[in-house]
């Protein structure tokens, strides 16, 4: 399920965010930039109490171009839009049986990547939202690391509040077996949002339930504060 913390390295043929012109600031060393997403990131605190760190790693513009089939129009993607570095994080909950059936959320992730300016960003997150459905269902079900997930569907565009400076919302549905066989239907809400230079998605994942919609809007305006402090 960590796939759609990466959608932005995917691509599906289309290009209508390619054309955008970033409008650079004064660009951002990787270090710096590094430095300042560690202290947006949300934390295993922001979660909830227990919630525990699965990892928190940085993702080069190289990286997320490797991982797309067209890898030199990626990185010029990426140097059209200004971007810089993206670090992703992911947290569990202290125990996956006390969050079964329930609007809990069993899994967060969480996103963000810096550009040089807010056109740039902008652009960027314009691209993820015109990705295909088919295409982020495929991503979903491919994915390994333990855990299998099948029957993915995507809903694009749910009802959420707006959030920062440009947001949307998507659903992925589907089952997930995990690597002692269990299995069960989960449900993931995701939150795409800017504010300034900077991109992010927040994702709660409930399993056998919809994530609890409050608790989830609060994790992205925590995101969003963090983001903006910088």
Same mark, same amino acid.
Request: aromatic share 6%; with cysteine.
């Given at each position: 399920?960590?796939?759609?913390? =990466? ?10 965010? *390619?054309? =955008? ?17 560690? +202290?947006?990131? #949300? ?15 940085? &993702?080069?513009?190289? &990286?997320?171009? @490797?991982? @797309? ?5 990626? *990185? ?8 810089? #570095?993206?670090?992703?994080? &992911?947290?569990?909950?202290?125990? $996956? ?7 809990? $959320?069993?899994? %967060? *992730? ?8 807010? /056109?740039?960003? !902008?652009?960027? #997150? ?8 088919? $295409?982020?269902?495929?991503? #979903? ?6 855990? +299998?997930?099948?029957?993915? &569907? ?10 920062? /400076?440009? !947001?949307?919302?998507?659903?992925? !549905?589907?089952? =997930? ?10 449900? =993931?809400?995701?939150?795409?949002? +800017? ?6 998605? %927040?994702?709660? %994942?409930?399993?056998? /339930? ?17 983001? @903006?402090?910088?």
């Amino acid at each position: 399920m960590s796939a759609i913390a =990466a959608l932005a390295g995917c691509d599906d043929g289309n290009r209508n965010a *390619m054309s =955008a012109s970033s409008a650079p600031g004064t660009a951002a060393s990787a270090a710096d930039a590094e430095a300042r997403l560690r +202290r947006i990131v #949300l934390e295993p605190s922001d979660a909830g109490a227990g919630y525990t760190l699965d990892f928190a790693r940085v &993702q080069t513009n190289e &990286q997320a171009a @490797r991982a @797309r089939p067209d890898t030199a129009a990626a *990185m010029r993607q990426h140097e059209t839009w200004g971007q810089v #570095l993206a670090y992703n994080a &992911q947290f569990s909950a202290p125990s $996956l049986r006390d969050v079964v059936f329930s609007p809990k $959320l069993a899994r %967060v *992730m969480n996103t963000a990547t810096i550009f040089n300016g807010a /056109d740039g960003a !902008s652009a960027a #997150l314009m691209y993820v939202r015109a990705l295909s459905p088919g $295409l982020l269902e495929d991503v #979903l079900t491919n994915e390994g690391a333990g855990t +299998r997930i099948t029957g993915t &569907q995507v809903t694009k565009d749910i009802a959420f509040a707006a959030k920062g /400076d440009e !947001s949307f919302a998507w659903r992925v !549905s589907g089952k =997930a077996t995990f690597a002692d066989g269990f299995s069960i239907n989960f449900i =993931a809400d995701t939150v795409f949002v +800017r504010a300034g230079a900077v991109t992010g998605s %927040v994702t709660g %994942v409930a399993l056998g /339930d919809a994530p609890d919609r409050a608790e989830l809007e609060r994790l992205v305006d925590r995101f969003i504060e963090k983001a @903006r402090a910088e």
